[in-house]
């Protein structure tokens, strides 16, 4: 029972920190820049190092979308985005910068924590003329809130425009490739390209219960293809495969199954041992309730009720245990810094679901493993078991 105890609390808490630690990454990066669902025109994503403008969504496709993201009761918000790459320079040094071109109000609703980013500045960091300079970026040309900045840009006939800036927020980076992302607003953007209507290069779009995401995915796909055939060229992506972290939180999904896998073995191992020498040492005792009268099948079901109190006990008190660690942990607030991102705290938690999940898989092995012995006992010779020494 001891093994079951410790094994089923280790697992336990092991999937509570993971579980956490995933689940935090994954918020950090879907609700810092990238959201959790993207509407492109297909072959954008393939060609994203370029940000080509001649993959942008027309004007009349993205009213289109407008209408449907807005009466799809799962979407919490949704928000325009036009990207490309321009030159920033600020008189002295220039460098190379990708911008964002959105709607402060639509990207805060859709990206909540990209607000807690912005390290100087604040929501007013995106007003018109305004830039949120990436804060390696503002670094390297020794740039601080108020200074003038100039961004040039080739458009989509290939001209070169530019267009002064005041900087209005230091952004700090973020976990993967949006990290060096720079934001102005959508108009600024606009005019800054040149563009008469109101194209964008894509929509990242934020769902109300992310559990629920594949559900709200699934329904954007049946009602962006019911819509019209224009929408057959577009492309909606999870957050899975925008992101390379996806690959880590599967590798982790991957190590929860083998943790449990282990400890599956570990009661497997310990109840057959357990359950084999108690056969070993009763053999006698077998032997004489065998004679009196007692059926196989009644000798069957006292080792096999013997395993499952093992099972149940020991699935109780270890998750009784790993409980108590969780609450320990939670309250010890252990925290996490990712580069220069600021530190973020863990706070692991168990879902009932998943506690009763593996004390069912422990009781089912604890009867699995009984099974073996139990049917010898039962199969004894009463005779050969009281000559037994």
């Known amino acids: 029972m001891a093994l079951i105890v410790v094994g089923m609390m280790f697992v336990l808490v092991f999937v509570s920190a993971t579980g956490s630690f995933k689940d935090l990454m994954v918020r950090e990066i879907t609700d810092s820049y990238l959201g959790h669902l993207q509407i492109h025109r297909k072959g954008y994503l393939e060609a994203i190092d370029s940000m080509p403008l001649l993959l942008n969504l027309p004007s009349s496709q993205v009213e289109d979308l407008r209408a449907i993201l807005s009466k799809n009761p799962g979407i919490k918000a949704f928000s325009e985005r036009l990207k490309f790459g321009a030159a920033f320079s600020n008189f002295e040094q220039t460098t190379n910068i990708r911008l964002n071109g959105v709607d402060p109000v639509q990207e805060f609703q859709t990206c909540p924590l990209l607000l807690s980013r912005i390290v100087q500045g604040g929501q007013s960091s995106l007003e018109r003329g305004k830039i949120l300079v990436p804060e390696l970026l503002a670094q390297g040309l020794s740039l601080k809130v108020g200074d003038t900045a100039v961004v040039v840009a080739t458009n989509k006939d290939g001209s070169v425009n530019g267009k002064t800036f005041v900087v209005g927020g230091i952004l700090a980076s973020a976990t993967g490739p949006g990290g060096r992302d720079g934001y102005v607003h959508i108009e600024d953007a606009r005019e800054l390209l040149r563009m008469s209507d109101s194209e964008v290069s894509e929509i990242a779009i934020a769902v109300q219960d992310f559990d629920r995401l594949d559900r709200v995915y699934a329904q954007l796909q049946a009602d962006v293809s019911a819509q019209s055939e224009n929408n057959r060229n577009l492309s909606i992506d999870t957050w899975k495969k925008l992101s390379p972290f996806a690959s880590v939180a599967n590798m982790i999904d991957v190590i929860i199954i083998f943790m449990k896998l282990m400890l599956v073995s570990v009661v497997l191992i310990s109840i057959m041992n357990v359950m084999v020498m108690a056969v070993y040492e009763r053999i006698r005792e077998i032997g004489t309730i065998a004679a ?86 039962s199969r004894m010779e009463p005779i050969q078991a009281l000559r037994h020494v």
Do not use: C, H
């Not at 600021?342 to 089912?364: K, W």
């Open 292 to 377: 009196i009268g007692t059926l196989p099948r009644k000798i069957l079901s006292l080792f096999m009720v013997e395993g499952f109190l093992l099972g149940v006990l020991g699935s109780f008190l270890g998750a009784l245990l790993s409980t108590g660690i969780i609450l320990i942990l939670n309250f010890r607030k252990i925290t996490f810094a990712f580069g220069q991102q600021a530190a973020v705290v863990l706070a692991p938690t168990i879902s009932p679901a998943e506690i009763l999940l593996t004390s069912t898989l422990v009781v089912g092995v604890a009867l699995l493993a009984s099974l073996q012995p139990a049917w010898k006992a």
